[in-house]
């Protein structure tokens, strides 16, 4: 038997095992136990778990399951620096680069389907954006607004901008960076592709779809857990950074709601309620981009309140290594 997580030199890390779902599907807890199941690595493949500072509030795995398997990219970067899908797919390259799967089975788990999308396809080539021309656009975005800067990239690259909504911020900002530090346009960077870093012969791929009501029943309890053991004082530290309001940690679930709360603006049980529905569309969403996005390569796991198959497939993706 071969050692899973080596790369073939062509087809990229073999052996890999995906695991996306909505939040609160149970994903990560099926990731630790094949982890520890088959001496596997656990990758964060969810784009609010970068984050540091919002532990609870993200639901990053606690010390228990850290101390049971290796886990990596959770909680390194600072919610005021600038994350991309790009950055996450290099880190990736690098944690190959430097052997972390060599003795380990990669587990990739998380529910932003932009980070497999590029696990398993690729991801355009991008230019690096000097901080100058970054702090440039971010300064005029919050002077001008988003809808001033999409006129301005409607003159640079009318491509891009017609494909992004004038209200997205961030978007506009990220194609007016690549085109000044660059000269080229976002789409025709966007044309290129690399290839993927995960071996497609042998990678499985799996996408949990619990029923709603399983779904709710989690988040309504999560959440309540999520400010007794902390969401409060994360939201606080987090505020205490002073940073931009567009930033996408200041966006992640809770902060706005538990921030009210915080400023006087409404009471605790106001921003519980809040955050619990805001957290149950965030679900939905993501349900419908797995179930649209992503192709017949993709194992669909059906979950009930009345059970989850989990355990055979555990058994059958614990003993599927390569020969």
């Not at 989690?218 to 959440?223: G, Q, T």
């Not at 355990?311 to 599927?320: I, K, N, S, Y």
Request: proline share 6%; charged share 25%.
């Amino acid at each position: 038997m071969g050692v899973s997580g080596t790369e073939d030199g062509q087809g990229g890390l073999k052996d890999a095992i995906l695991i996306a779902g909505p939040t609160a599907s149970g994903k990560s807890a099926l990731a630790l136990a094949l982890a520890c199941e088959t001496q596997g690595i656990i990758v964060n493949t969810d784009s609010m778990q970068v984050y540091s500072v919002l532990s609870v509030l993200t639901a990053r795995p606690g010390p228990e399951d850290l101390q049971q398997a290796p886990h990596r990219l959770y909680g390194h970067v600072h919610p005021g620096d600038a994350y991309s899908t790009g950055l996450w797919l290099g880190e990736v390259s690098r944690l190959i680069g430097e052997g972390a799967f060599e003795q380990r089975r990669p587990i990739f788990v998380g529910g932003t389907g932009l980070y497999f999308r590029a696990l398993t396809e690729g991801l355009s080539p991008m230019p690096q954006v000097p901080a100058p021309i970054r702090d440039h656009w971010r300064g005029r975005l919050a002077e001008e607004g988003a809808a001033a800067l999409h006129v301005v990239l409607k003159e640079r690259d009318p491509s891009a901008a017609s494909n992004i909504q004038p209200a997205d911020g961030q978007r506009i900002v990220r194609a007016l960076e690549v085109f000044s530090a660059s000269g080229r346009p976002l789409s025709a960077w966007q044309a290129e592709t690399s290839r993927p870093l995960v071996d497609p012969a042998s990678r499985r791929c799996l996408v949990l779809e619990p029923e709603r009501s399983l779904v709710t029943r989690r988040i309504e309890a999560r959440f309540e857990a999520m400010v007794e053991e902390g969401g409060l004082d994360e939201v606080r530290a987090l505020l205490a950074l002073d940073l931009p309001a567009d930033l996408p940690a200041m966006k992640a679930i809770g902060v706005r709601e538990l921030a009210g709360f915080l400023g006087g603006t409404r009471s605790l049980d106001d921003a519980i309620v809040q955050a619990k529905a805001a957290t149950r569309r965030y679900a939905k969403r993501q349900t419908t981009w797995f179930r649209n996005q992503f192709g017949a390569e993709w194992q669909r796991i059906a979950l009930s309140e009345g059970g989850a198959p989990l355990d055979g497939l555990l058994e059958g993706l614990a003993g599927a290594r390569q020969n």
